[in-house]
Structures are given as C-alpha cells and as structure tokens.
C-alpha cells in the first residue's frame, strides 16, 4: 500500500477512535438527547441547588441542553436549603422517584458536614448508596450523576471542618459505582488559591456562590461533563 494511503488510513483510524470515546464518555444524558428522546432530569441536594445561586445554574444548564438539543430535556429542582442526605433518604419517593427522571444529579456532601447534623462519612455514604440504589430500583437505566461542589469559609468551614473527607466520599461511591462524578471542587480550590478576595466576589457569603458564578463556573462544567468534553 502506498505510503500516503497508509497515513490516511492511520488518520482515518484516529479519528475513529477519537470519536468512540468522546461517544463513550458521554452521559446517557446526552445520549439520549442526541438521539431525540425525551428526558427528565431531577436535581437533588442542598441550598447549592436550591438558592438562587442554585437556580442560575440549573437553569443555565437546562438551556444549553435545550438550545442544543432542540428542547427535548425537562428539569425538575428537587434540591431544598438546610437539607441533608438524611432528608433525601426521607423525601427521595415525593421528590425524585414520582418525578419519573430519567437522570437525578445528587450533592449533598456540603450539608452532610455540617456538624449539627452529626453526620458521619460513613452514615452519608450508606444513605447516598441508599439513594443510588432505590433510584436504580425504579429504573436501572435512569443515571445517577454525583457532585462535590464548592468551599466552605470562616464560620461555614468551621462548621463544616472535614468537608474533603465527604467529598472523597463522593469520589469513591462514583469509582465503585461506576458513575459520572462531577468535582466541582478544583476549581474552587483554584480559585482560592488566588486569594480570599478573589474567591469571595464569586462567593459572598463564604458558602453559596453568586448567580453569576453560578453561570460562568458551575454550569459550563456540568455540560461540558455531561457531553463528555472535559475531564
């Protein structure tokens, strides 16, 4: 074979399979949505969902998908501020499994440190499990997407001093489970690490980001994740 029909079919190959794991790292999410079916996707945990901050992201990401995939996804906010995994063990069948969802992204970790609710790693990571598993009970199809999400600061942090552990948590359920996990938390910690006036203008309070770092440093990351783009 010709040398030049040789590289063309090693580009050919590349790019092949270059496109086998872009397809492979997608979530069914995305799948789905590419392939014109109608989802419903569920999101579930704290005030990092539920406040305005919250809002901002979920509904930017809501409108990118729609805007791509020719408004074929429904969001349901089930998330609710002051709330832990134990209040989503509680209130999993009302606000999740009765929504039938087709995907439910879940974070509760920031709550699940808070010492006043004497949560432990390991009582957060059976109800999380719990969750997983009675959401794959209603539907073994339906993706269960987790997230870590941001830092806690001054009395937030105080409050909440072993959050790393909890988000670890949530690293290793997603790699047992073999389910996408979207760690929001370098980016975070990035952002920290260029000071503490810098990361307070995206998050004021020291715990909820802002509307608008909601928009430009949450919900890029969740569709990037969700259509398999970033890492």
Not at 54 to 76: C, E, I, P, R
Not at 208 to 213: F, I, K, S, Y
């Amino acid at each position: 074979m010709p040398k030049n029909k040789i590289l063309k079919s090693f580009s050919l190959f590349i790019v092949l399979m270059a496109i086998s794991v872009s397809a492979r790292s997608q979530s069914r999410l995305v799948k789905n949505l590419a392939a014109g079916k109608q989802q419903t996707l569920v999101t579930y945990g704290t005030s990092l969902t539920a406040a305005a901050g919250g809002h901002a992201w979920v509904d930017s990401v809501t409108h990118a998908l729609n805007k791509k995939y020719n408004n074929h996804l429904t969001t349901v906010n089930s998330a609710k501020s002051a709330m832990w995994s134990t209040w989503g063990v509680q209130h999993l069948e009302d606000s999740v499994i009765s929504k039938k969802p087709d995907a439910v992204l879940i974070e509760f970790g920031m709550n699940d440190a808070f010492l006043n609710y004497k949560t432990s790693v390991e009582l957060a990571r059976l109800n999380l499990n719990y969750m997983i598993d009675r959401i794959k009970l209603y539907n073994p199809d339906c993706e269960v997407i987790l997230q870590t999400m941001d830092i806690a600061l001054d009395v937030h942090g105080e409050q909440r001093p072993d959050l790393l552990n909890y988000y670890q948590m949530y690293r290793e359920v997603a790699k047992a489970r073999g389910l996408l996990l979207i760690d929001h938390y370098p980016h975070w910690k990035a952002l920290l690490d260029k000071g503490r006036d810098a990361y307070l203008k995206a998050v004021p309070d020291g715990l909820h980001p802002g509307v608008e770092a909601s928009k430009k440093i949450i919900a890029p990351y969740i569709v990037a994740r969700l259509e398999g783009t970033a890492k």
